[in-house]
């Protein structure tokens, strides 16, 4: 398979860690380092299996967690200085709570954004919708909720089925066509029925690659009504990009 999705579209190696985090109920400033780094390693492991386009700072982040676990299972050095010594995980949890603090007063702007449409309807227009009011404050699916899913498809797949070698039917780019077909009488779907009618690992992973086309070329968005709950892949409404026929 030679299409490649771009994954500085989506999200980069801290919002990696952050889900990872908030997924495990972690503590930020005390990481169980090794948990953490075989976790975002299995990760890693996901994205090649699915041949995205992994950016360089994913293999360094790789690469300063497993310094990071080798450092905590040393033995600590006897100096007159050992309890001035700095945990080895400090400066990553610096880097994680500096950006986490940004990520939310990003989200708080874009909420307060899309709360302040609302707040000054045009004289004489309908009431606001307070349905619509709900379906605007939606958790928006990341690139990590997606490959948590996409894994579970992946376990639900029957070995021998898992291991057969196809021939290659098919492209990303009619896979992007399927979806957006299925998609015509009905503005949602959720993520397990683009699979429904998949035959083989292949397949599966060509599909999940049109869904991230798809996404990035603002075709589609991915929603979740919880944190971490059912994904719904919702059709945007407005004009997107003609999706050509010669990637794949």
């Given at each position: 398979m030679t299409y490649k999705v771009k994954?500085?579209?989506?999200?980069?190696?801290?919002?990696?860690?952050?889900y990872l985090i908030k997924k495990e109920e972690l503590n930020i400033s005390d990481i169980?380092?090794?948990?953490?780094?075989?976790?975002?390693?299995?990760?890693?492991?996901?994205?090649?299996l699915m041949d995205l386009d992994i950016a360089g700072e994913f293999l360094v982040m790789a690469a300063t967690l497993m310094h990071i676990k080798s450092k905590?299972?040393?033995?600590?050095?006897?100096?007159?200085?050992?309890?001035?010594?700095e945990d080895p995980r400090a400066e990553l949890v610096r880097?994680?709570?500096e950006y986490k603090k940004f990520k939310e007063a990003a989200s708080e702007l874009a909420s307060m954004e899309k709360?302040?449409?609302?707040?000054?309807?045009?004289?004489?227009?309908?009431?606001?919708?307070?349905?619509?009011?709900?379906?605007?404050?939606?958790?928006?699916?990341s690139l990590f909720d997606l490959i948590t899913?996409?894994?579970?498809v992946l376990k639900d797949i029957p070995k021998d089925v898992f291991?057969?070698?196809?021939k290659d039917e098919f492209t990303v780019s009619q896979k992007m066509h399927d979806i957006l077909h299925m998609m015509v009488e009905k503005q949602s779907i959720f993520f397990l029925d683009l699979f429904k009618a998949a035959k083989h690992k292949r397949e599966m992973i060509t599909i999940f690659l049109a869904l991230l086309e798809l996404i990035r070329l603002k075709a589609v968005v991915i929603q979740q009504a919880v944190v971490f709950g059912d994904i719904e892949i919702i059709r945007c409404v407005e004009e997107v990009k003609p999706i050509g026929g010669s990637n794949g």
């Open positions: 994954l500085e579209v989506f999200e980069g190696p801290l919002d990696l860690l952050l169980p380092i090794a948990r953490i780094t075989d976790q975002y390693l299995e990760y890693l492991e996901l994205m090649q905590m299972l040393l033995p600590p050095e006897e100096t007159a200085q050992e309890d001035a010594e880097r994680l709570l709360q302040h449409k609302h707040l000054f309807p045009r004289v004489g227009s309908a009431q606001i919708d307070e349905a619509q009011i709900q379906k605007d404050i939606l958790f928006e699916a899913a996409f894994t579970k291991h057969q070698v196809v």
